[in-house]
């Protein structure tokens, strides 16, 4: 890569890498699909104009993670977030395994979007409180505090499905 | 167990296949930009032939010309090829609040959406409410500013309720990109 701009073929790679997981990010904000796919369109589009080096696929594939979660973060707060369609109306677009998997999506997105975001962060992209906490720009005790909302919520909803951890 | 329930459950989601190859598409956009570099030189010697023309901007209290960029899908445009109708517009605080518009060819509205640099608090404390009353041509408290300097980043989406979405609006080019 050694201190070139993103090329064609590093980012359509960059793409294929993190389409899924930075679109997950993103509906764990907005529990939208169309809003978490503009998101995600607007992520790519800034990899691609951007104009400072990466040092490797790692760094792109952070820099990637940060700027979906600035996104997405600017993205609830705007007053347009409000006229778009809720997630009921998209959820049928995902092809689950079995009804666990359908249960366990249905209540992440049943939770507040607060407490989604580090469930999500923490369960699927296995980053520790202290990194959330970073990428967030939130205190330490507050991820904490949520998580464990999250979790009391989770288990409440799920009931042995979800275990105490 | 928790990780690998919660991974498993959550592989099945994905974007759709329409918005990825979208996303693949924007490396046209570049391609364009260096494909056309001689294009480009004429067309910069023309803008600084006519740039005298914005002195009468300038006069005209911005009338002449906007600053405000419209990228549709990734791909500047020009706005009125596209039937698109932006405007900016700011409180007394000096806040920003960009409105777009999207007409069909017979002149009624399709859609639209609005783009704001105001704080949760702030649309919490009620200005969301005086901001949707822009969508309704009821300026209020806003003063347009007919001299932003505006990317308004637009999704070719329309959403059941008929609104498209500003996925992003990058206003006086200052905002942050990590």
Not at chain 2, 80 to 101: M, P, S, T, W
Request: proline share 2%.
């Amino acid at each position: 890569m050694g201190g070139e701009i993103v090329t064609e073929c590093e980012f359509i790679s960059a793409v294929e890498r993190n389409n899924q997981r930075l679109f997950l990010i993103a509906l764990s904000f907005t529990h939208n699909h169309t809003d978490s796919e503009d998101i995600l369109q607007n992520v790519f589009l800034k990899l691609w104009k951007y104009q400072k080096p990466f040092e490797d696929t790692s760094h792109i594939d952070k820099w990637l993670t940060r700027v979906c979660v600035n996104e997405s973060k600017n993205y609830i707060k705007s007053p347009f977030r409000k006229r778009s369609v809720p997630l009921e109306n998209a959820d049928s677009k995902y092809q689950f395994e079995n009804e666990y998997d359908y249960d366990l999506f249905k209540a992440v997105m049943s939770l507040p979007k607060k407490q989604s975001t580090v469930i999500h962060l923490f369960y699927y992209e296995d980053l520790s409180v202290k990194e959330i906490a970073d990428v967030l720009k939130i205190k330490d005790s507050a991820v904490k505090t949520r998580l464990h909302r999250a979790r009391t919520q989770l288990k409440q909803l799920l009931g042995d499905e979800w275990n105490n951890e | 167990m928790n990780k690998e329930y919660y991974k498993n459950a959550f592989s099945k989601v994905c974007p759709s296949e329409e918005a990825i190859e979208r996303m693949l598409c924007m490396t046209e956009t570049r391609k364009k930009t260096f494909r056309h570099k001689g294009l480009i030189i004429v067309l910069a010697v023309i803008a600084a032939l006519v740039c005298g023309t914005f002195t009468v901007n300038a006069t005209t209290d911005g009338k002449l010309f906007g600053n405000i960029r419209v990228i549709l899908n990734g791909e500047e445009v020009n706005p009125e090829e596209h039937n698109i109708k932006c405007k900016a517009y700011v409180d007394e605080e000096g806040r920003k609040i960009i409105v777009e518009e999207t007409y069909n060819p017979d002149g009624t509205l399709q859609g639209g959406g609005l783009y704001s640099g105001f704080s949760e608090s702030d649309i919490e404390k009620g200005m969301f409410k005086d901001v949707d009353k822009l969508l309704k041509g009821d300026v209020g408290s806003f003063k347009e500013d007919k001299n932003a300097n505006v990317d308004v980043n637009i999704t070719d989406i329309t959403t059941a309720d008929g609104a498209r979405h500003i996925s992003s609006c990058i206003i006086d080019n200052n905002e942050s990109e990590e």
